[in-house]
């Protein structure tokens, strides 16, 4: 890893989630889960640092209650995107990893694979993740498609089934796996940006880099799929408690 570059990672945490309020601190096989994600991401080789980004005292609260490092940004953040880009102007960064604060088995590998090709080729900016998907999931509105260039790049994400299969040889469909690694300064321009026409559509802010004519080099995780299971509602949340209890 190079000596000049400092990677640090950010956990966007909000209290006040829509489907399961205060989801971040709920218990998970008797730990918050923003505690399982932080001790997860801890284990990655390249992270330097790692802050929790939180909208509520209650949050910093827990964080610093296990020993872990959060700061208080603002509660008027649209997506995790920006209030990392607040969380970030308070930090000495090069190099920022947006961690989601709601996949409680978050495996550390997956950070390495998305902030190793910011490290190796200086010209990408921003990175993330994709893994294969079975045809169950294939029109799953929930199940974010991804397709890339033949040097790795993104070309577009969406809800809906995206190649479509008119030719189904060879098909294969990317889900894609939302932690981002972006270069700071990078990050700091984006987040100013207004949101483009396809990301008021699809829901999906990382379409407003590609809008506004910004690359996003995507690598093929060799991780299990599980490691990016989201926790949205009650139901999510007792499934990932029987995944983890399974694995002790």
Not at 71 to 76: I, P
Not at 172 to 184: D, M, S, T
Not at 204 to 219: A, D, P, S, W
Request: net charge negative; aromatic share 6%; with cysteine.
């Amino acid at each position: 890893m190079s000596d000049r570059c400092k990677v640090v990672g950010v956990i966007p945490a909000r209290y006040g989630s829509t489907r399961l309020p205060g989801k971040i601190l709920a218990p998970i096989a008797g730990k918050p889960m923003i505690q399982w994600v932080y001790e997860r991401a801890k284990g990655s080789q390249l992270l330097q640092e790692l802050f929790v980004a939180a909208d509520d005292e209650r949050i910093i609260a827990c964080v610093e209650g296990f020993g872990g490092k959060a700061v208080m940004t603002g509660t008027h953040h649209q997506s995790g995107t920006d209030r990392i880009a607040e969380a970030v102007g308070m930090l000495t960064a090069d190099i920022v990893v947006n961690i989601q604060g709601d996949q409680p088995m978050l495996d550390p590998r997956m950070i390495d694979e998305a902030v190793q090709p910011m490290l190796d080729h200086t010209e990408i900016r921003m990175a993330t993740l994709m893994t294969p998907i079975q045809p169950e999931d294939y029109h799953d509105p929930s199940v974010v498609k991804v397709v890339v260039d033949e040097n790795g790049y993104a070309l577009y994400f969406s809800r809906s089934l995206i190649p479509y299969p008119r030719n189904t040889e060879n098909l294969r469909v990317f889900e894609h796996v939302g932690l981002y690694v972006y270069r700071k300064d990078f990050l700091l321009m984006i987040s100013q940006l207004p949101q483009g026409y396809l990301e008021k559509i699809e829901l999906l802010e990382q379409l407003r880099v590609l809008e506004k004519g910004y690359k996003i080099f995507v690598t093929e995780t060799h991780c299990a799929s599980a490691s990016g299971v989201s926790v949205d509602t009650a139901e999510d949340l007792a499934k990932v408690e029987k995944l983890i209890r399974t694995q002790k």
